[in-house]
């Protein structure tokens, strides 16, 4: 128990750490730091977020301002897709990529100012993600016109998703926005605008990870807290539940939606990832372009596909293999052609579905594969994302 209790102490814990054990969360070391995996259960926060409405604490990611007259070209020389395209309060999904086309890390990033951004990156990659940037900046011919700022010390977020969020957030989250909306459910899908609480600034965009219609908000430390109960207030009365890391993995894998460490990584690019729409290769050189237009144009020799069982199972999971190549059950003749990256039982579809690196032979849709799970070869088919719509 002693020992336990030492390991615990070393996780980074949310602002709103206290919060969750008022609320009864079952918190886990995610990233290295102590965040809530469920509160009621994972299925029944699933659900709840594909009905009616949930909020999640998302304070692990991290904030990174870059800004400056060059910080657009900057951008577009790490990052694949095409920052130029941002307008003032303007978000979009972007990856960021080694010399070799190799994922260092995929984020979102906000148009916060005419020369203002604001990068939201993954909570293990925080650390990497800073080195890169900071080592790419000393090679950037325009250098003394940028600046990066690792704000996720002072920053935290949380998400608010589902179709009845749009009933309560303005009643959550009062007064105009700082650049163009007058309330936050003016924002489209991809917009964001910043908007005051009690004299703080907060971020707002119109943006999330389940598949559903939802928020994400971004404010300093000092007033997540204060966002956290607003929201769960307004929200009570349309069926808000606080929700865990649980129901956002499972709600991320039904839309087919990558996490970094297990369709992405630093050996697996962004063709093979089935992200191509946001590699902008008509846009003048960026770093991996080369290998990723080369790529594109000859073909990737594995992908990541989207699968679903085709009967009834245990549930897949991560790096379980996959065969192929011969008859089912027998595995005399079949040969490993790849492995699992993600996988659950979906709680929407009442099956067991996944993500998966294989051989690009065996990744067109209608595709057929077994799963090995538990020492038995089955059945599993591919399939085009979303694997469920909401």
Known sequence: MTEEKV???????SPLHDMHLGLGAGLIDFGGWEMPVKYTGIIDEHHAVRKAAGLFDISHMGEVFVSGASAVNYLNWVLTN??????????????????????????????????????????S???????????????????????????????AAVAVQGPAVAGF?????????????????DLKKNEMDAFMIEG???????????GEDGFEIVSSVECIEDVWNRLLHAGESHGLKPCGLGARDTLRLEMGYPLYGHELNEQVTPIEAGLSFFVKLDKGKFIGHMQLEEQKRNKPNKRIVAFRMMGKSPPPRNDYTIWG??????????????????????PSLGIG?????VQSSY?????????????????????RKPLYKP
Request: charged share 20%; hydrophobic share 35%.
């Open 7 to 13: 390991v615990t102490a070393r996780l980074q814990q």
């Open 82 to 123: 095409n920052v130029c395209d941002l307008e003032h309060g303007q978000a979009q999904y972007s990856l960021m990529c080694n010399q070799s086309g190799g994922v260092v890390d995929d984020l979102y990033i906000y148009r916060v100012g005419p020369d203002k951004f604001l990068l939201i990156i993954n909570a």
């Open 125 to 155: 990659r925080i650390g990497p993600d800073m080195n890169w940037l900071q080592e790419k900046l000393t090679e950037f011919e325009e250098r003394d016109h940028v600046s990066l700022k690792n704000a996720s010390s002072g920053y």
């Open 169 to 185: 957030i303005d009643d959550a989250i009062t007064g105009s926005g700082q650049i163009k909306k007058s309330r936050p459910t």
């Open 200 to 210: 703080e600034e907060i971020f707002i965009a119109r943006t999330g990870y389940t």
């Open 325 to 346: 190549g011969g008859i089912t059950g027998d595995t005399g003749e079949q040969a490993i052609i790849g492995k699992v990256t993600s996988g659950s039982q979906s």
């Open 353 to 357: 579905i996944g993500m998966a690196m």
């Open 363 to 383: 990744a067109k849709i209608g595709s057929s594969f077994d799963v090995n799970i538990r020492s038995k070869h089955l059945p599993a088919e591919v399939v």
